[in-house]
């Protein structure tokens, strides 16, 4: 009598384990499903990839004037003698666009590809540029469907698309994983980016009726200087002790400013580093 209760306790135990574990399992697959909900309403693979972008995307920060746009970012340098140059952060998709990313550089370069095609596509269709908002649009509507499918994943990427249009003049977007777009007058992305919106909010320059003539010394004096403390600080957040010192000195911030000349182009300058200092 005592064995076959031992044996009856050892099956009921079996079968709880295995109940568990098919359980487990069925919560794993619900968590890793790209169009299956959470029971609390939250898709969990999208929230994944932007905790990946917030940890390993370096800040980004823009400020839309009257005339043109200011827009600042970081990337690190070759960190050997044998490494020509590192991966970009910035890219120009047309002559008035240009493109800042934070986040995955083997995604971005795929998307950024994409926005080239399109840029060519529609002055091909259309005989003009492509406005920036219909741009971003567009690329917005890939990135989100990139969340839908089960045979793909989330872009780990937060896209930064400043431009001037002809007729609307200087334009600032964002564009996320999750496929939203949304214009701003200043905004920061990426590590460290509520310290520096916090710093954004502050500028009386925040107006964007206001030049970058004017605009530049409240940018340079507020908003670079937390650029450069929040990008040393995440860097030594992720890092040891030992190799610390040494990526902090391999950390380049690169600022450009984009207006627009007498005859209509937009020009593209890259901000010398002694001025960021």
Not at 125 to 135: A, D, K
Not at 173 to 192: I, N, P, Q, R, Y
Not at 214 to 222: I, L, Q, R
Request: one cysteine or more; glycine letters at 6%; hydrophobic letters at 40%.
């Amino acid at each position: 009598a005592l064995s076959k209760m031992l044996s009856a306790v050892v099956i009921l135990l079996i079968v709880l384990v295995l109940s568990l574990n098919m359980a487990a399992g069925e919560k794993s697959h619900r968590q890793q499903g790209y169009d299956q909900f959470h029971p609390s309403g939250r898709i969990l693979q999208v929230e994944y990839a932007k905790m990946a972008v917030t940890r390993k995307g370096g800040p980004i920060a823009a400020l839309r004037c009257k005339d043109g746009i200011l827009l600042i970012t970081a990337r690190a340098l070759p960190r050997s003698i044998l490494q020509i140059q590192s991966d970009r952060k910035i890219f120009f998709v047309d002559k008035h666009i240009c493109v800042a990313i934070s986040g995955l550089i083997f995604d971005a370069n795929a998307v950024v590809g994409y926005m080239k095609r399109k840029c060519v596509q529609y002055k091909v269709t259309y005989g003009c540029p492509i406005p920036v908002e219909v741009l971003c649009d567009d690329t917005a509507s890939v990135l989100h469907s990139m969340t839908l499918k089960g045979d793909s994943r989330p872009i780990a990427v937060n896209f930064v698309v400043a431009g001037i249009d002809k007729n609307l003049g200087p334009q600032l977007f964002t564009m996320d994983l999750a496929g939203t777009f949304d214009e701003w007058k200043a905004v920061a992305v990426g590590s460290g980016s509520e310290k520096i919106m916090d710093d954004l909010l502050q500028l009386k320059s925040i107006d964007s009726s206001e030049t970058i003539q004017n605009a530049w010394p409240h940018f340079k004096s507020t908003i670079i200087k937390t650029f450069f403390r929040e990008t040393t600080e995440t860097i030594h957040e992720s890092t040891t002790k030992k190799d610390s010192d040494e990526l902090s000195a391999a950390w380049d911030v690169e600022a450009y400013i984009g207006t627009e000349t007498s005859n209509g182009a937009v020009c593209w300058s890259r901000i010398d580093d002694n001025e960021l200092k």
